[in-house]
């Protein structure tokens, strides 16, 4: 794409120079604040009758919200800022900010001048301690640069359309990353519940949830085939001797575990207790519904898991990754959920836990077999998944730049006019 014909200098170092024709103006001269009035939630937000915008931080979506009928900017305020346009009715949380404009300015083309810069704004235009909120002198001086209302319409336009094209695709993508994870569980659920020999026979398991399972496969509970939480940091371990802890907030069902914080025994809190050895899998008793289960595959050295986990240390009887892929499996995720208790945080207690029925093939073999199988789709599923975040990724990154490079006017798409 070309460049305009003529620049001047902006005066602002990170912006550089503009286009020589275009006009220089603050946010205050432009946007005009409104305000709002608190509502009752039943007047049309449960009801799903118009979009609703909060802070990132919001806890409460029905807790003191106004309703606007308007083309407006929607600014979200309380830590992180977050913006947008809005054209008709909608209402926001008490932890946003809305503008509309005051002059004869497309105010489409303004919203994307300052998502152009909402980096700047969340690094220098928030203040205040615990529950920060953006500095609205900071917000209402920022400059903005424009052409006339016409090319500013054909800004947007370009923009709008070019936009749509790339989350288009960028929502496609995703759907497939989506899809695939759904066919990985749906293959390890049939793999370890089935086998993988189409022609094998079949016997009722007698459990409702659990329906058959090949003939020659074992049915027992998880106490039987493996040690639940046999190795514990002791109260005199040395003050000094440091770790990686893991918590719930650091595995995730489908990505597995990352190596937490570091930190020493001292300054540990309490809860972080149980030590883990290559093999063993983990599995959160706590909000059992976010399904934290990892599996230690590797030698583990100085990794210490929290009390919110249960680890299972599997006996000689059964492989240690097939019964990973069973305790991944949905059959027994749900049946942790069922006996989970708790509204706000559910959990299940290790006798419980210890109880639920595991099943798996006689065969020593044959559990490898399966293991193996589903590695290979696993690795195969991830390595699609893995390039097409990083399409994703650089899709966003180039959405970033071609809106900071229009708007700007870095480039000139005049003759790309509708």
């Known amino acids: 794409m070309k460049p305009y014909p003529v620049y001047k200098d902006s005066g602002i170092e990170w912006l550089g120079k503009i286009p020589k024709e275009w006009k220089n103006s603050k946010i205050k001269h432009v946007l005009m604040l409104l305000y709002k009035s608190k509502l009752e939630a039943s007047e049309g937000k449960e009801e799903g009758l118009y979009p609703f915008f909060t802070s990132s931080i919001e806890q409460n979506k029905f807790i003191d919200f106004a309703i606007f009928d308007d083309e407006c900017l929607i600014m979200g305020d309380g830590g992180q800022a977050s913006i947008n346009y809005c054209e008709g009715k909608f209402s926001t949380s008490s932890h946003c900010l809305v503008f509309k404009k005051q002059k004869n300015i497309s105010l489409k083309f303004i919203y994307y001048q300052i998502l152009s810069n909402i980096n700047i704004i969340n690094d220098l235009g928030f203040s205040g301690i615990g529950l920060k909120n953006i500095q609205k002198d900071f917000f209402y001086n920022m400059n903005i640069f424009y052409p006339d209302l016409d090319e500013q319409k054909i800004i947007t336009g370009f923009l709008d ?16 990353i989506e899809l695939l994870k759904e066919e990985r569980t749906a293959v390890i659920n049939e793999a370890v519940t089935k086998g993988i020999n189409p022609n094998a026979e079949m016997k009722d398991s007698g459990i409702e949830w659990l329906g058959k399972i090949p003939k020659c496969w074992e049915l027992t509970k998880l106490k039987y085939i493996s040690c639940i939480n046999s190795r514990v940091l002791s109260e005199i371990t040395d003050e000094n001797y440091e770790f990686n802890y893991v918590d719930i907030s650091n595995v995730d069902l ?10 020493n025994f001292l300054n540990a809190p309490l809860r972080a207790r149980r030590i883990v050895r290559k093999g063993d899998t983990i599995i959160s008793t706590v909000r059992t519904y976010l399904k934290a289960i990892a599996y230690f595959e590797n030698d583990v ?20 990754k097939f019964l990973y892929y069973v305790l991944r499996s949905e059959g027994f995720i749900n049946r942790v959920c069922a006996l989970s208790v708790g509204v706000s945080y559910p959990a299940i207690n290790s006798t419980e836990l210890s109880d639920i029925p595991i099943w798996y093939p006689e065969n020593i073999k044959e559990q490898e077999k399966i293991v193996e199988y589903l590695d290979c789709i696993v690795i195969d599923t991830k390595a699609v998944a893995s390039s097409l975040e990083s399409e994703i990724y650089y899709l966003k990154e180039y959405r970033t730049a071609l809106i900071s490079e229009v708007v700007t006017g870095k480039i000139d798409v005049r003759e790309y006019a509708v």
């Open 301 to 320: 050295n100085d990794i210490i898991v929290s009390t919110g986990f249960s680890i299972i240390s599997p006996k000689k009887n059964i492989t240690p």
């Open 161 to 176: 359309k070019k936009i749509c094209q790339i989350d288009t695709i960028i929502s496609k993508k995703e759907k497939i």
């Open 254 to 263: 489908e990505e597995g575990f990352n190596s937490g914080e570091k930190i």
